[in-house]
């Protein structure tokens, strides 16, 4: 008689200090019970980054759950891999006939998915399809902690200001092995004024909204206050006490709030290893500004 594998009942644990937690028994290659998406979507709100292990999932399958969470995203630079899911990516350094599979070396730096733009990400999906057996982790960093964190005369500078978020403003020095954007592709994503403090729209926290390499300056702002104040605000928000790094494994599936945190992807021997990502992301909405 075939043994049926049972998988664990549905539970929420939290995974370390910073924030984040692992979802355990959830089977999202199959569509998920009502009490289940509950959960989950529960779960986000609380943790902003929300890892599964252990998953087997078809573009469809991502299609399907990123689907929980808004309506699909697809993003403005997608190379469309798979035809019948535009809204699914690939990141990679794998080439084939030449030509690499996906995205390489996307987001090494700090940011918020699509900051730049008026309507901004909510939830962004990446699930491990191949991974090097060291680096290449994903660093999470939790902007609501960091905030309510944040000194006193620190948190006066900030509140009640807004930020221009571009994302041609730093392009060319973050991705130096890509090609250069046209003129074309500038003009399509012009910058986007933000509050600097946002509200959550589910659990009202307030959260630091900049990352420095997007952030091209503090509006009202003189450059050089603005620049260092910038700066100083990456760096205190991504201090390891609010940040957790994520190891990935073969089947990891992570979900995270771009409006509550950062990422970043870390480097990995890409001479030697192959990394494949499949990516999928909801669309957003304009940030809502903290109320003091
Ligand atoms: C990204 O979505 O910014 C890239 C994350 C990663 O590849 O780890």
């Known amino acids: ?15 370390n200090e910073a924030l984040g937690a692992r979802m355990v028994g959830f089977d999202l290659s199959k569509p998920l019970s009502r009490s289940d998406i509950e959960t989950i979507l529960k779960a986000f709100a609380e943790h902003a980054v929300l890892v599964f292990h252990g998953q087997k999932l078809e573009p469809a399958d991502l299609s399907r759950f990123t689907r929980h969470f808004g309506p699909l995203e697809v993003h403005h630079m997608a190379e469309l891999p798979f035809p019948d899911f535009p809204e699914v990516r690939i990141l990679s350094n794998v080439r084939k006939d030449g030509k690499l599979i996906g995205a390489n070396r996307a987001g090494r730096h700090w940011h918020s998915d699509l900051s730049y733009l008026d309507e901004t990400g909510l939830a962004t999906f990446l699930y491990c399809v191949e991974t090097p057996p060291a680096g290449g982790n994903t660093k999470f960093a939790d902007m609501a902690a960091a905030y309510e964190a944040l000194p006193k005369e620190m948190k006066r500078k900030v509140d009640g200001r807004t930020a221009i978020h571009d994302r041609n403003f730093r392009y060319s020095e973050l991705y130096p092995d890509r090609k250069p954007l046209t003129p074309e592709q500038i003009a399509a994503v012009p910058p986007s004024e ?97 109320v003091a």
């Not at 594998?5 to 939290?14: D, G, H, I, L, S």
């Not at 926290?205 to 997007?214: G, Q, S, T, Y």
């Not at 952030?215 to 003189?222: D, F, K, L, P, R």
């Open 194 to 290: 933000h509050p600097l403090v946002i509200q959550h729209p589910v659990t009202g926290r307030k959260a630091l909204f900049v990352a420095k390499d997007v952030v091209s300056h503090i509006v009202g702002m003189e450059e050089t206050e603005s620049r260092a104040l910038i700066d100083a605000l990456e760096a205190f928000a991504t201090q390891d006490r609010f940040v957790y790094s994520h190891p990935w494994q073969v089947g990891d599936l992570v979900v995270w709030d771009n409006r509550s945190t950062l990422h970043q992807a870390t480097p990995y021997d890409e001479a030697e290893y192959r990394r494949i990502m499949y990516r999928t992301q909801c669309k957003g909405s304009v940030p809502i500004p903290a």
């Open 1 to 15: 008689m075939e043994m049926i594998k049972e998988r664990a009942a549905p539970r929420v644990e939290r995974l």
